[in-house]
């Protein structure tokens, strides 16, 4: 079946540091989702991707749609305490949103 | 206001009993979905409704059964059958059903079996 992959797992980071995560998709996806859980939270969507290679920003974060719509990522330029959770990638394949394994990230003050 | 709504935010189940988590939302969405989260790790689809009366088995339907009577309910059942219940279950409507919307969440039932 289909499998969604996020590098790393846990990154942890001063605060003020650039962050990554990297989301990979075993078949192509119509359109990524993003979306951030704070710890003992829910996840709440942050953004949708739908052409290839679409760039989208919003304020410190950045997120890109591959060529081949089959990865994506998502970057978070001098990161803050307000920015600690996990981030998840959410790949759409015909009716279903399967979601990617996750990075939880740590920020240092 | 708005929103979906789980209950019971905490629930302790013996071995062998059955257990339904409740999921209603106001939002006037056509699609639901029940979502399992096990600690450290990503949210695995049980199962999802597009509509009235009707669902589809996700990829770890096993052991759970959902019933989709109204648009605004959802709950799901997690059966005896099912051999490692404990869990953080989220679940989740959208707008748009078959693809394209954004998914709303609820604030999740943590189920834990003694």
């Known amino acids: 079946g289909q499998q969604v992959m996020q590098i790393p797992q846990y990154q942890h980071v001063q605060e003020g540091e650039d962050f990554t995560t990297y989301c990979n998709s075993s078949?192509?996806?119509?359109?990524i989702q993003w979306y951030k859980q704070r710890p003992g939270g829910h996840p709440v969507f942050l953004i949708q991707?739908?052409?290839?290679?679409e760039v989208k920003k919003q304020k410190r974060l950045t997120f890109q749609f591959g060529e081949a719509k089959k990865n994506s990522s998502l970057h978070i330029t001098a990161t803050q305490t307000t920015d600690v959770g996990t981030y998840f990638c959410?790949?759409?394949?015909?009716?279903?949103?399967?979601f990617g394994t996750g990075t939880r990230l740590q920020v240092f003050p | 206001d708005g929103g979906i709504t789980q209950s019971p935010k905490y629930l302790f189940r013996k071995e062998g009993q059955n257990v339904t988590l409740s999921c209603e939302q106001n939002?006037?969405?056509?699609?639901m979905y029940w979502y399992r989260q096990d600690p450290g790790q990503g949210l695995r689809l049980i199962y999802y409704?597009?509509?009235?009366?009707?669902?589809q088995k996700g990829d770890i339907a096993e052991g759970y059964s959902v019933s989709r009577e109204k648009k605004e309910s959802f709950p799901l059942t997690v059966t005896s059958a099912q051999k490692n219940p404990t869990a953080f279950y989220l679940c989740?409507?959208?707008?748009?059903?078959?693809?394209?919307?954004?998914?709303?969440f609820g604030e999740g039932s943590r189920l834990t079996v003694l």
């Open positions: 989740a409507s959208s707008a748009l059903a078959g693809g394209g919307g954004e998914l709303f």
């Open positions: 078949t192509t996806l119509s359109n």
């Open positions: 991707l739908v052409k290839s290679g």
């Open positions: 959410a790949g759409r394949n015909t009716d279903k949103l399967i």
């Open positions: 939002l006037n969405h056509d699609a």
């Open positions: 409704s597009q509509i009235v009366n009707d669902f």
